[in-house]
């Protein structure tokens, strides 16, 4: 004999579990936009986003509303920049953003992490593999 207790609480599980799903995209969105829009560059990133750049500097900006992030990477000496449309996720308990055909987990990291460098606001992304090949991407951001 089933209590109903035991009925109710199994019946609230799917409502608590799309809560935290909605929470955590929006912590997600919350820590890269700031709230409404935030830059951050490539770990190592030298040049200002307006300078000459070397090949490895890049900044991604991203945006709330509309949910986009803006990529500016180093061609030629100089910024080129693309918008690309930001979705948030949420998948088996974990959550993360897509952008330009990639899914990618996020994590904050401490300053001490090496990768870091000693910059106090660092995350990283780490793509999703997507079922088709085991490649994965990781990009190191700070601000």
Known sequence: MCSYPLLLS???L?????A???AAQKTVLDQLTGGTTRQWSIVGTKAAPDAACGTTDRYYTFQRSPAQVVVQECSGGKFASRTLP???WTTNGKSGI???GSSYEVKELHAGAPVCKGNANCIRLASVPDGKTDATTTIYLTR
């Open 20 to 22: 935290q799903a909605d």
């Open 98 to 100: 897509a952008f330009g």
């Open 14 to 18: 799917p409502a608590g579990l799309f």
């Open 86 to 88: 930001l979705t948030s």
């Open 10 to 12: 199994l019946s609230l």
